[in-house]
């Protein structure tokens, strides 16, 4: 699976999943936000997706809590049609 929703220009955030991915990994590229802060959100919005699972590697620049989640919604949709895809050619997903 090789699965990009975003972008890292200024005010959005980048989701990449990909088979290589070994446990969350979030990248802060706004060194004035705290990274707990971020880490708390996207984590939060990862979870409610139930895309955690899927160990994306996350770039946060600056995006708001409607961004995280829209672009945590739409790899949502894009990993599950990616998983259809999988099992109905033999194959699994984590």
């Not at 989640?69 to 790899?75: I, L, P, Q």
Request: hydrophobic share 45%; net charge negative.
């Amino acid at each position: 699976m090789n699965i990009m929703v975003g972008s890292i220009e200024s005010s959005d955030l980048l989701l990449e999943f990909t088979d290589q991915n070994q446990g969350v990994y979030i990248s802060n590229l706004v060194p004035e936000i705290d990274n707990e802060l971020i880490e708390q959100v996207v984590i939060s919005f990862l979870k409610e997706f139930n895309l955690v699972r899927f160990n994306p590697k996350v770039y946060y620049n600056g995006a708001n809590q409607w961004v995280i989640k829209g672009r945590c919604e739409a790899a949502a949709l894009l990993v599950a049609a990616a998983t259809a895809i999988k099992e109905e050619e033999g194959g699994t997903i984590r």
